[in-house]
């Protein structure tokens, strides 16, 4: 096999950094820890079966099963990052409160969010699945005192994160990331266990012909999203006058990444299938970081009503409509969402044949 001298991921982050000379390093430090504690999942993913973990889990916050290998992934995220000193605490989807660095550690200047296996109900059926993860400041106070962080510390809108990105363990494992100057993704050399900087720009194409919904949901969805996805259907002979292609995995972290890489849009929305989830996925580790890296590559993430990245979240596992991927098409659900002539229900041609109508 020859020898790649495609730049590694350290090389990419140092570069990266030069923009800033005061820069301390800390944030370099804190993301290549990350990298580390994905390729530890990627080895336990890859070995499927083999994997020697814990027995299931408990329920985790949001009242759903643990799988063992969410537990460990959550561990092997905190385990990689806490001694560092880069980090004042962390949240993430396994945990109900705050992590706090451990007596003994020194605290830094950021909070990590993380959702340390996303799609987890692929694993059993070894599709791919990934981790995502958001890096935010800590309030100056945190850095000043070096207390306890609590929930009201992470509650910061998408706009202020400072770097954020995930893994996908896919045929290939990948690290795609964000330092708020485009997007990057990495591919792991397995020869050398590093990640090789393999599309040093991703742009989301403005236009695409396939989206990705839950169409069992159908019966939930709020008018401009029945009008949307009618309207895609109806293909050739309806009101867009083009065919559309669907896809739907379950791991948002493989959509997120299918889109960077030829264009498409996701719709996890909003929905009146429970009153008490006003959606599906979960704002502050999942739709803010994909919703960084859609932005900086040209896409858009919303809630379907406005953009995401303003959203000041009121919890920590929060959750929320995402809306994301190519421009044109985004902007086009939220203007049904939004524009009051849009919110009629499509014209009755298109009505009757609807096949996710009520
Ligand atoms: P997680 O495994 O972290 O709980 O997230 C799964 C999420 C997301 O990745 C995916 O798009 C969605 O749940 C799938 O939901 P449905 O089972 O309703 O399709
Ligand atoms: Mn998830
Ligand atoms: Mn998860």
């Not at 950021?110 to 993860?133: E, M, R």
Request: aromatic fraction near 8%; hydrophobic fraction near 40%.
């Amino acid at each position: 096999m020859p020898v790649s001298t495609r730049h590694t991921l350290t090389q990419y982050l140092i570069d990266q950094r030069r923009r800033f000379p005061s820069a301390s390093g800390d944030l370099n430090g804190l993301i290549l820890d990350v990298a580390i504690a994905c390729k530890t999942i990627a080895r336990e993913v890859a070995s499927g079966a083999l994997a020697e973990l814990p027995a299931a889990g408990e329920v985790n916050v949001q009242g759903e099963a643990q799988k063992p290998l969410d537990v460990a992934s959550n561990e092997v995220f905190l385990r990689q990052t806490e001694w560092s000193g880069h980090l004042a605490g962390m949240a993430s989807e396994e945990m109900d409160a705050p992590y706090q660095i451990p007596a003994g550690y020194p605290r830094g200047k950021y909070l990590l969010v993380f959702d340390p296996l996303d799609g987890s109900s692929n694993i059993d059926v070894n599709v791919s699945v990934g981790s995502i993860f958001s890096i935010l400041r800590a309030p100056d106070d945190v850095v000043a005192s070096g207390r306890d962080v609590t929930e009201a510390d992470f509650l910061q809108p998408g706009h202020t994160q400072v770097a954020a990105g995930y893994a996908i363990y896919g045929p290939s494992t990948m690290l795609v990331l964000t330092v708020g100057n485009g997007v990057a993704g990495f591919t792991l050399d397995p020869n050398i266990g590093e990640f090789r900087l393999t599309h040093p720009d991703m742009r989301v194409r403005p236009d695409t012909q396939e989206f990705a919904i839950n169409s069992s949901n159908s019966r939930f969805w709020e008018p401009p999203v029945k009008r949307y996805v009618d309207e895609c259907l109806a293909g050739r002979s309806g009101p867009r006058g083009k065919d559309f292609n669907m896809r739907w995995i379950a791991s948002m972290v493989a959509e997120a990444h299918r889109i960077l890489m030829r264009g498409g849009v996701f719709l996890y929305p909003r929905d009146n299938k429970d009153p008490s989830k006003p959606g599906r996925l979960r704002l502050l580790y999942e739709a803010n970081p994909i919703a960084f890296l859609m932005e900086q590559a040209g896409g858009l993430c919303s809630t379907g009503r406005q953009p995401m990245l303003g959203i000041q979240p009121r919890e920590l596992h929060q959750r929320i409509g995402v809306v994301f991927g190519s421009r044109n098409e985004v902007e086009r659900i939220q203007r049904y969402h939004t524009d009051p002539a849009s919110r009629e229900l499509p014209e009755p041609l298109f009505a009757e044949r609807g096949l996710f109508r009520d």
